[in-house]
T-cell receptor, first 113, second 113 residues
Framework: EPEVTQTPSHQVTQMGQEVILRCVPI?????FYWYRQILGQKVEFLVS????????KSEIFDDQFSVERPDGSNFTLKIRSTKLEDSAMYFC???????????FGPGTRLTVL | GQQLNQSPQSMFIQEGEDVSMNCTSS?????WLWYKQDPGEGPVLLIA?????ELTSNGRLTAQFGITRKDSFLNISASIPSDVGIYFC?????????????FGGGTRLMVKP
């Protein structure tokens, strides 16, 4: 069964460093999302991406964040200058024809020291 | 922003018992999704509901989309130890491209063999 994959599974970085989190969505899906989950809390929406552009973003997704689909398969989230409070699990999700049913990847645990 | 109130926050039950959890909101949602999350992993989609009043089953799981479109419940029948995990409801306000999922706070299920 097709699934969303994410790399790396765990990323440790120093405050102020740039990180890129990578995702390979399900191959025939058209809608792509990033969510994050701070330890012990609920999953929070960051950004959605459709037709090669951002379609919606939350307050969390400030100008330190960017997303890109550099080729036909990868979808990346970049954090330019990480802060301690960016430490969380970051989940990529993708959706099919209408994007309402979203399938999540296993997540990348980001630890900012 | 929209809020989903999920209850109960946690349940500790005996293997074989039935379980019920629900989500309510003051806002109308057009799609309800139920996910299960195991520790350190991504949410796994269990059931998707698209129409008010819809009742859908997936094995021992049954979920319903409330008539008012402001609530949904998930039932698990004859629980087994592998049902342990955190169950999240998630709602979609409309089915337009790029719309974000709003997650409930989760129900932590513990099953005693």
């Amino acid at each position: 069964e097709p699934e969303v994959t994410q790399t790396p599974s765990h990323q440790v970085t120093q405050m102020g460093q740039e990180v890129i989190l990578r995702c390979v969505p399900i191959s025939n899906h058209l809608y792509f999302y990033w969510y994050r989950q701070i330890l012990g809390q609920k999953v929070e929406f960051l950004v959605s991406f459709y037709n090669n552009e951002i379609s919606e973003k939350s307050e969390i997704f400030d100008d330190q964040f960017s997303v890109e689909r550099p080729d036909g398969s990868n979808f990346t989230l970049k954090i330019r200058s990480t802060k301690l409070e960016d430490s969380a699990m970051y989940f990529c999700a993708s959706g099919g024809e209408t994007g309402d049913t979203q399938y999540f990847g296993p997540g990348t645990r980001l630890t900012v020291l | 922003g929209q809020q989903l109130n999920q209850s109960p926050q946690s349940m500790f039950i005996q293997e074989g018992e039935d379980v019920s959890m629900n989500c309510t909101s003051s806002s109308i949602f057009n799609t309800w999704l139920w996910y299960k999350q195991d520790p350190g992993e991504g949410p796994v989609l269990l059931i998707a509901l698209y129409k008010a009043g819809e009742l859908t089953s997936n094995g021992r799981l049954t979920a319903q989309f409330g008539i008012t479109r402001k609530d949904s419940f998930l039932n698990i029948s004859a629980s087994i130890p592998s049902d342990v995990g955190i169950y999240f409801c998630a709602g979609l306000m409309n089915n337009n491209a790029g719309n974000m999922l709003t997650f409930g706070g989760g129900t932590r299920l513990m099953v005693k063999p």
